[in-house]
T-cell receptor
Framework: GEDVEQSLFLSVREGDSSVINCTYT??????LYWYKQEPGAGLQLLTY?????DMKQDQRLTVLLNKKDKHLSLRIADTQTGDSAIYFC????????????FGAGTTVTVRA | GAVVSQHPSWVICKSGTSVKIECRSL??????MFWYRQFPKQSLMLMAT?????????EQGVEKDKFLINHASLTLSTLTVTSAHPEDSSFYIC?????????????FGDGTRLSIL
């Protein structure tokens, strides 16, 4: 089955790096996603990685995947006030027709 | 990037009213669309998977007769909350994925906040 867990809160100083962590359980063919949700809005796809990859970088975002530990992280470099939001980790597996299982979301607060 | 439009963004109506929410993929064709419900400060709960030209697949515990889903074209899916009651008040979000085969990321609409008085 699927069970995605992530820490609930993260506070970071503007300009520092943010690291949001997530663990998942399904070891089959899996895509792992990071979505951002701002208040009152839908989800914005930030990046995603397939389970046979170790790392993916896209501008300020770096995704690291530890397959052995089933641990996924999202690093945001040079965090800005506009990065304050809820970040959801999600897993989509072939065994479940790639329907997404979401973590509870990590609320990131960027302080000046 | 892929754009999904959801309408209306906010609706308030009286108990017993039926409410229709539209989800459109604006720049791609989506054979599959998903409907989610999100309670305050919680994660998304998948309600149903909507496939173009066929009946929707509902998740366990979701009432089919309460939440009617229609996916008549590759760019439009609708969710109708029938005879809505205050407990149906929630944030409803749709998503759509490209039909290129295999797994494609889901792109989300901006959500509809439904308030039933």
């Amino acid at each position: 089955g699927e069970d995605v867990e992530q820490s609930l809160f993260l506070s970071v100083r503007e300009g520092d790096s943010s690291v949001i962590n997530c663990t998942y359980t399904d070891s089959s063919s899996t895509y792992l996603y990071w979505y951002k949700q701002e208040p009152g809005a839908g989800l914005q796809l930030l990046t995603y990685i397939f389970s046979n990859m170790d790392m993916k970088q896209d501008q300020r975002l770096t995704v690291l995947l530890n397959k052995k530990d089933k641990h996924l992280s999202l690093r945001i470099a040079d965090t800005q006030t506009g990065d304050s939001a809820i970040y959801f980790c999600a897993e989509g597996t072939a065994s479940n027709d790639y329907k997404l299982s979401f973590g509870a979301g990590t609320t990131v607060t960027v302080r000046a | 990037g892929a754009v999904v439009s959801q309408h209306p963004s906010w609706v308030i109506c009286k108990s017993g009213t039926s409410v229709k929410i539209e989800c459109r993929s604006l720049d791609f064709q989506a054979t599959t669309m998903f409907w989610y419900r999100q309670f305050p400060k919680q994660s998304l709960m998948l309600m149903a998977t909507s496939n173009e030209g066929s009946k929707a697949t509902y998740e366990q515990g979701v009432e089919k007769d309460k939440f009617l889903i229609n996916h008549a074209s590759l760019t439009l899916s609708t969710l109708t909350v029938t005879s809505a009651h205050p407990e149906d008040s929630s944030f409803y979000i749709c998503s759509a994925s490209h039909p290129r085969g295999g797994n494609q990321p889901q792109h989300f609409g901006d959500g509809t906040r439904l308030s039933i008085l």
